[in-house]
């Protein structure tokens, strides 16, 4: 496929040669950074360093309506959500591109998740290699790395005064149709330099696991007193369920009356006690080293084993965010030892 | 593309209260609205049940497939959605979708006996078994129905079971956890009665459902019995939201007993991740 040079100065001009679409980019807000429809080209910010959120929501949002409804008393009138408009989610970092990847397995394999399916197919992913990998990014031990390319349309490298356009699909070589007037075809020269970058970042990165046989190796530590541990510690927040890319986990809500209302998704957490107790009370994850265990085992043994995909890509936010300090890493460590 | 989100409209026939108590329980026989709406299901399959603006549950489809113009589902009065369900009046509206869930391989026991021990409310999973052996008598030997409860007024299916005990359709056992007054059946746990009524192995099915506590002691006492691991099944529930896999709240190690299960064989079972 084919390569562009786009000058630093015409990001915005690139940005609305892409024409109507809903275009969702990296912003500042509150100290956070956050994937945000922007109604305004030259909002999308590519030096923001650290990326708080994922843009996971742009294809499963926290909240979706299923379908809305109204009980007519002998009938029921149903329906179904919303249309998709095209979308483009710019700025998008490797591994956050790789966890879409991770994810459309689980929505599309036995039952096809048209809610899920119908976002995905509207969306184009624009990522932006990672110059400066942050203190928690262990994306290599994941099969990534900052110029990684899986789940993207276009990767954009900064080579100095200009990015490193790379169309890597159907979908990415389509949305270039209309822009490709406002880039450079890129040399032999700017490839090699998109080249050193990525070298450079990916010497940047600090933090490794080690994961062969991990998926056989968790099973063996079920019962190991080092799971109670990791529970005593933990706060059942979830935090590092909702920043986490590949995390999946929903509940369903009515919301309204019998007579109107909607059915909604709603992003639920396995760290939560409510997640799983039955109606009697009844509860088999029962305390928090239950739940941490399964969210590590589903992880690093379930996913793969159905899916196909080890259902984390590295990105180390749930390291970072939270509050008591466990640390993944650790804890996948931890098992290794017990193991060996 | 079909959306697994939708249910369809039904509406209730027909209300049977099976148990009084703080955690009533009714059978609703339901009718599917629209005739391109039904669906086809077999004994051990689920469906959602529920009513839009409160919720749906994860309910055990307990008619037989052989009863073709109607489904039942007997649903214990537990939390919200059941306890709105309980609400409704005959001629009301309710939603289904489904069927989820791997059923029983019913058609493999072509010839051989089958055997039930139920508890409690698990006795629902069970009934279109009992219905589809009984509808098919002539492929299938003979019945035999364990089931116990707390008390008397605890049985689910109390005369259909007695009306099999007149016509002979099934042996059928009955017990009750603890003596009450005008019993005159056995009183004992479902687990120890099944030592007593010491059914034979031989060309014979055990299904059991019943609580957890209940279902680990059966399973061992069929073990005692000598019955082998594939002649023994079992069928489970967790908390379901989706009934198709993604929501992740019904999972048993790798397992989702959505659409996975709920009817484990016991060498399935055995294998199920300690979590269960």
Same mark, same amino acid.
């Given at each position: 496929m084919d390569n562009y040079l786009l000058q630093k100065s015409k990001l915005t001009e690139f940005l609305t040669s892409l024409g109507d679409v809903n275009l969702i980019a990296p912003v500042a807000a509150n100290g956070t950074t956050r994937f945000e429809l922007i109604e305004n080209a030259a909002k999308a910010k590519l030096d923001l360093e650290d990326y708080t959120a994922s843009p996971k929501k742009v294809v499963f949002p926290q909240t979706e309506t299923l379908f809305a409804f109204r009980n007519k008393g002998d009938s029921l009138d149903i329906e179904e959500g919303e249309e998709i408009a095209p979308t483009v989610v710019f700025g998008i970092r490797p591994c956050d591109a790789k966890s879409f990847v991770v994810l459309d397995p689980l929505f599309n394999k036995d039952f096809e998740d048209p809610y899920y399916k119908k976002r995905r197919d509207a969306t184009v992913l624009i990522g932006q290699a990672c110059a400066e990998p942050t203190n928690r990014c262990f994306c290599p031990s994941l099969g990534g790395s900052p110029g990684g390319t899986e789940g993207l349309d276009i990767l954009m490298t900064d080579i100095g005064n200009d990015y490193f356009l790379e169309v890597l699909s159907e979908k990415g070589k389509k949305l270039m149709n209309g822009s490709a007037g406002v880039c450079a075809a890129a040399a032999a020269a700017d490839n090699a330099k998109k080249e050193k970058a990525l070298e450079q970042s990916l010497g940047k990165i600090k933090r490794q696991v080690d994961l062969k046989q991990m998926h056989e190796m968790l099973p063996k530590t079920f019962e190991d007193k080092m799971w109670k541990e990791v529970g005593n510690s933990c706060i059942?927040?979830?935090?590092?369920t909702y920043n986490c890319p590949t995390c999946h986990c929903f509940d369903i809500q009515d919301e309204g009356s019998t007579y109107q209302g909607r059915r909604l998704r709603v992003w639920d957490a396995c760290m939560y006690p409510e997640f799983t107790v039955h109606a009697s009370g009844e509860n088999p994850r029962h305390d928090r080293s239950t739940r941490i265990?399964?969210?590590?085992?589903?992880?690093?043994?379930?996913?793969?084993?159905? *899916?196909?995909?080890?259902?984390? #890509?590295?990105?180390?936010?749930?390291? =970072? *965010?939270?509050? #008591?300090?466990?640390? *993944?890493? =650790?804890i996948l460590n931890k098992v290794r030892a017990i193991n060996e | 593309m079909s959306n697994p989100y939708i249910p369809v409209q039904a509406v209730v026939k027909d209300l049977r209260q099976e148990t009084d108590g703080a955690r009533p329980i009714k059978t609703f026989t339901v009718e599917i609205k629209d005739k391109k709406d039904k669906f086809k299901f077999s004994p051990g399959q689920c469906a959602m049940v529920g009513i839009p603006g409160v919720g749906e549950s994860m309910i055990s489809i307990c008619s037989s497939p052989t009863q073709k113009k109607y489904m039942q589902f007997s649903i214990m009065q537990m939390g919200k959605v059941t306890s709105a369900l309980h609400e409704l009046d005959k001629g009301e509206m309710i939603t289904v979708r489904g069927p989820y869930g791997k059923p029983f391989p019913i058609d493999e026991w072509k010839g051989k006996k089958i055997l039930t021990i139920g508890g409690g409310i698990g006795q629902a999973p069970l009934r279109p078994i009992i219905n589809y052996v009984r509808d098919n008598a002539k492929n299938y030997g003979a019945l035999s129905i364990i089931y116990g409860a707390r008390s008397p007024q605890d049985l689910v299916f109390l005369s259909e079971l007695e009306g099999m005990k007149k016509d002979k359709s099934a042996k059928v056992h009955l017990t009750v956890d603890a003596e009450a007054p005008d019993w005159k059946g056995n009183v004992g746990f479902v687990p120890n009665y099944l030592m007593d009524v010491k059914?034979?192995?031989k060309n014979t099915i055990a299904i059991t459902c019943g609580p957890p506590i209940m279902i680990k002691f059966v399973l061992q006492n069929l073990k005692k019995l000598g019955f082998e691991d594939d002649q023994i099944f079992t069928t489970l529930e967790n908390r379901m939201k989706c009934g198709i896999g993604k929501c992740g709240k019904c999972n048993v190690g790798g397992v989702y007993v959505c659409k996975d299960g709920p009817v484990f064989s016991y060498a399935q079972f055995k294998e199920l991740h300690p979590d269960f």
């Open positions: 059942g927040c979830g935090i590092c265990r399964n969210r590590i085992m589903h992880k690093f043994t379930f996913y793969p084993n159905n *899916l196909g995909h080890i259902s984390c #890509v590295g990105c180390g936010r749930c390291i =970072e *965010l939270c509050p #008591v300090n466990e640390d *993944l890493i =650790e | 059914p034979s192995p």
